[in-house]
Nanobody, 126 residues
Framework: QVQLVESGGGLVQAGGSLRLSCAAS????????MGWFRQAPGKEREFVAA????????YYADSVKGRFTISRDAAKNTVYLQVNSLKPEDTAVYYC???????????????????WGQGTQVTVSS
């Protein structure tokens, strides 16, 4: 099993940036695909980004391509989401996600998730 704890959310103005962090504990970090989802008020939870550890493949939702970057630091058991050029429509609770199996980034992109973090709030003002 793995436990996921997010941090780094906050209130920013449009055009600003944040770096979200997700610290993982439990099973070896490199045995998981990792990613991020978000859920805005009144909307369904949606996929944002994912990475497959074995090949370093990354996947992004069309709405965030070119603005968000997912990365991971195996030594720190941490995955990051750098969010740049933020828009008010990016306002949401951002959830860290993990799939058992390092090559399951594509499955996460398709909505299959084994473990969730508790979420961190990102609010973007206009």
């Amino acid at each position: 099993q793995v436990q996921l704890v997010e941090s780094g959310g906050g209130l920013v103005q449009a055009g600003g940036s944040l770096r979200l962090s997700c610290a993982a504990s439990g099973r070896p970090f490199n045995s998981y695909a990792m990613g991020w989802f978000r859920q805005a008020p009144g909307k369904e939870r949606e996929f944002v980004a994912a990475t497959s550890w074995s090949y370093g493949s990354t996947y992004y939702a069309d709405s965030v391509k070119g603005r968000f970057t997912i990365s991971r630091d195996a030594a720190k058991n941490t995955v990051y989401l750098q969010v740049n050029s933020l828009k008010p429509e990016d306002t949401a609770v951002y959830y860290c996600a993990a799939n058992r199996g390092a090559n399951r980034g594509e499955q996460m992109r398709d909505g299959f998730v084994d473990y969730w973090g508790q979420g961190t709030q990102v609010t973007v003002s206009s």
